[in-house]
């Protein structure tokens, strides 16, 4: 399952993260989002993309693109 | 002693550069205000503070990151103050494990403190300094709370105290320090850097680090960029229990704000309900009522001074220079203060309170389908206020070939400066409707930024923008202190400008006007200099107006010297040829420019806005894509665009009014 699988407000916990761009995945990874980290679903835009993700007390928005490449499993 | 500043966009770095050093920084609540480093001192000590752009980590992602780990790692300074915001403690943290890598004395300022209590949050700075084994100091810059405290803190700073603590597992730990040895400078972070092979470290300049890689990689089955990356924030939660605890609900304000200002069919139109509220505000409510009480005051201030010269019979040209040229020139655009005002007011809280993020956030897919993304739309808000600090922020975009084609669309949006054209034309030509007017114009120059975008995308932009990484932060509520000084600092450079370059203008226009080309002075103004010059420009000049004007002509091409500069020159002109120089009787009472209208007035304020623009944003842009040729293509581009587009509206405009 990846991030995009989640619905608003469900929560789930980083298991894997597969950018190929490495620049990028290092940016990702240095904002937090690396293997263990509890991430939840916050906001959609209006338009679909990108979508808006809480962690780590802070939120972050990124595109349906890059978190399609991030796996997690969803906690109840 | 130096001390740079360094932490997250956000955080608050400049509010506390401004509290350390008195002065006043432009700040901001979205990444990217601070765009070059900015030293100051602090008063009665020998503190050296330098403002860094904020950056997320030190592997930079954008241009301006690079600025501060540049600065961190090849510059002398002596301590470093990691700014956190104490409200997302744990990824500011990160930066902070980083920054003990480089082996300098570190200083944690622990700030936003003044929103803990009301968040819910409570941090001990005691237990986070001895885990850290180095000072946290608690502050609100915006507050001024702590700042004394951390002066003192500074200024004691013991030589030694260089932080060291063990964040890693033992056995990165131990390759860390087997690697440091073969190193000379920054050894901790350039082995860092080695064992998580970035690209800048090369391995084959460390031979002996190839075994020592490999050996870690099959202990932990990932690369070793993201197992470091890991363990920094491992080391982070794992301790963070000791210093922070929440009590915070589940749905903070932001949020509850969130569900109105990024509802799905809601958005948008209130988007478009408040860009249209800044300009109702700035150009309707105030318009008519203030402009005409300063016309009348500089009005008073000329008759009383051409009688009081002409009593003791002055020369005629001194007393025209002083009244027509000079007075009318630069009463010309003080009379718009009022609405700059306004303007400036709307913008200093659009980019404090946090909204800015949420536009971009929303329009990033719309934007995207042009080739741009979220982020071009803030360097386009802050150029609403002025074109060079929207074109300089500009440097927080990640891809270049978007950064350069935000820059060269920046200055269509109407800057304050272009505010007193607008403000002119419309007040007369659209009465109470002005305002719907210069919004209309407005979206115009959104419509014309897409279309162009698509333009350079086909052109040389294959490629979508690949990714968009944005932190929203919450919302907050804008500082009354910061929104005064930072108008009342926007509108004394706007004054500034009135008695400087305004200056020098009105009276080179005056000159112009009141002078034959045998330095005849009094003739009359259609054989004077500028009227002979202005005459041959007007054929280019005709179908943008349907009408050959050479008034109106040079003060179109003027405005590259300052936008307002139009409205001045026009003021001169029309005073000098018919006596009719304050606001409205511009066009009610002089021959000059009686021949505009609702149509060509509309087509001359869409040619004066999107050609190209003043000197001031030529130079930014120039400096900011780095390249004179690319410049000169972007303002042959502006201003063939302005003058096909003024000349469609002329003319369809006008077949449409002979219709009906
Ligand atoms: N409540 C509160 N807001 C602050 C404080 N310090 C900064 N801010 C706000 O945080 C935002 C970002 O500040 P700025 O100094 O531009 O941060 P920078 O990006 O790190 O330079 C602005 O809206 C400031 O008004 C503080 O101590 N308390
Ligand atoms: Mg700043």
């Not at chain 2, 690079?66 to 930066?95: A, C, G, H, M, P």
């Not at chain 2, 932990?220 to 982070?236: H, P, Q, S, T, W």
């Not at chain 2, 004066?608 to 390249?627: D, Q, T, V």
Request: charged share 20%.
């Amino acid at each position: 399952m990846v991030l995009t699988d989640l619905k608003i407000h469900q929560k789930a916990v980083v298991t894997k993260v597969n950018i190929t761009n490495a620049l990028l995945k290092r940016r990702i990874l240095d904002m937090g989002i690396t293997s263990g980290v509890v991430i939840e679903i916050k906001k959609i835009a209006p338009l679909g993309d990108p979508i808006d993700i809480s962690l780590r007390g802070y939120q972050l928005c990124l595109r349906k693109n890059e978190l399609s490449q991030i796996e997690c499993e969803v906690i109840k | 002693m130096r001390v740079c500043l360094v932490g997250n966009q956000n955080s608050g770095k400049t509010s506390l550069f401004n509290a350390l050093t008195g002065m006043n920084q432009k700040v901001g609540n979205w990444p990217g205000v601070t765009i070059d480093r900015k030293e100051g001192i602090v008063k009665g000590t020998d503190l050296e503070i330098i403002d860094l752009p904020g950056v997320y980590s030190l592997n930079p992602f954008t241009s301006e990151e690079k600025i501060t780990r540049d600065f961190l790692l090849n510059e002398q300074y002596d301590v470093i103050l990691n700014i956190i915001d104490s409200t997302s403690i744990e990824r500011s943290l990160y930066l902070t494990t980083q920054l003990i890598d480089l082996g300098k004395r570190v200083v944690i300022a622990l700030n936003m403190c003044d929103l803990l209590k009301k968040k819910g949050y409570h941090v001990h700075e005691d237990i986070l300094s001895e885990v850290l084994n180095l000072p946290v100091i608690k502050v609100s810059a915006l507050k001024n709370e702590g700042i004394d405290k951390l002066i003192k803190t500074l200024e004691s700073m013991d030589k030694n105290q260089i932080s060291s603590v063990k964040i890693f597992d033992d056995d990165i730990e131990k390759a860390v320090a087997e690697l440091s040895l073969k190193i000379s400078v920054n050894q901790r972070y350039n082995a860092l850097k080695i064992l998580e092979e970035d690209n800048l470290y090369l391995k084959k300049d460390h031979p002996e680090a190839e075994e020592i890689i490999q050996k870690l990689k099959n202990i932990y089955n990932k690369g070793l960029d993201e197992v470091i990356a890991d363990e920094r924030y491992n080391f982070i939660v794992k301790n963070k229990s000791l210093f922070f605890h929440s009590d915070r609900q589940e749905e903070t304000i932001s949020d509850k704000l969130d569900k109105v200002f990024l509802n799905k069919y809601a958005a948008i139109p209130i988007f478009v309900v408040i860009m249209a509220l800044v300009y109702f505000l700035s150009v309707g409510l105030v318009g008519n009522f203030t402009t005409g009480l300063i016309e009348s005051l500089f009005e008073l201030i000329k008759t009383s001074l051409r009688s009081g010269l002409e009593s003791i019979s002055a020369w005629p040209w001194l007393i025209s220079l002083l009244c027509d040229g000079i007075i009318t020139g630069i009463g010309a655009v003080l009379n718009f203060i009022p609405q700059l005002i306004i303007l400036f007011i709307c913008i200093s809280i659009l980019e404090t309170c946090g909204y800015m993020s949420r536009i971009s956030f929303f329009l990033d897919r719309l934007f995207r389908k042009f080739g741009l993304s979220g982020k071009s739309i803030i360097p386009f808000i802050v150029g609403s206020g002025c074109s060079v600090p929207g074109i300089m922020t500009a440097r927080t975009i990640e891809n270049e070939k978007e950064k350069k084609v935000t820059i060269l669309l920046t200055p269509f949006i109407p800057c304050s400066a272009k505010l007193p054209v607008i403000t002119l034309f419309t007040t007369f030509f659209f009465g109470s409707l002005a305002w719907l007017a210069s919004v209309s114009l407005y979206f115009l120059a959104i419509i014309i930024i897409l279309l162009s975008a698509i333009l350079f995308k086909k052109v040389y932009m294959k490629d979508e923008t690949e990714h968009y990484i944005l932190e929203l932060p919450e919302y907050k509520k804008p500082s009354f202190r910061y929104v005064t000084r930072d108008v009342a600092e926007k509108v004394w450079s706007f004054i500034k400008r009135a008695g400087t370059i305004i200056f020098v203008c009105s009276v080179i226009v005056w000159f112009l006007t009141s002078f034959s080309w045998t330095f005849q002075y009094g003739v009359d103004i259609e054989n004077s200099i500028l009227a002979s010059i202005g005459s041959i420009l007007a054929y280019i000049f005709y179908p943008v107006i349907g009408h050959l004007s050479w008034a109106a002509t040079v003060s179109a091409l003027l405005g590259i010297v300052a936008k307002e500069q139009i409205v001045s020159t026009m003021a001169v002109i029309a005073g000098l040829a018919d006596n009719a120089s304050n606001g409205s009787l511009i066009f009610a009472n002089s021959r000059i420019f009686s021949f505009f209208n609702g149509v060509n007035g509309y087509a001359f304020m869409v040619f004066c806005l999107f050609s190209a623009p003043c000197l001031g944003a030529i130079s930014a842009m120039r400096k900011e894509l780095n390249s004179k040729k690319a410049m000169f293509k972007a303002i042959a581009y502006q201003t063939l665009l302005a003058y096909v587009l003024a000349s469609l509206i002329n003319g369809i405009g006008t077949l449409v009014m002979l219709i009906i």
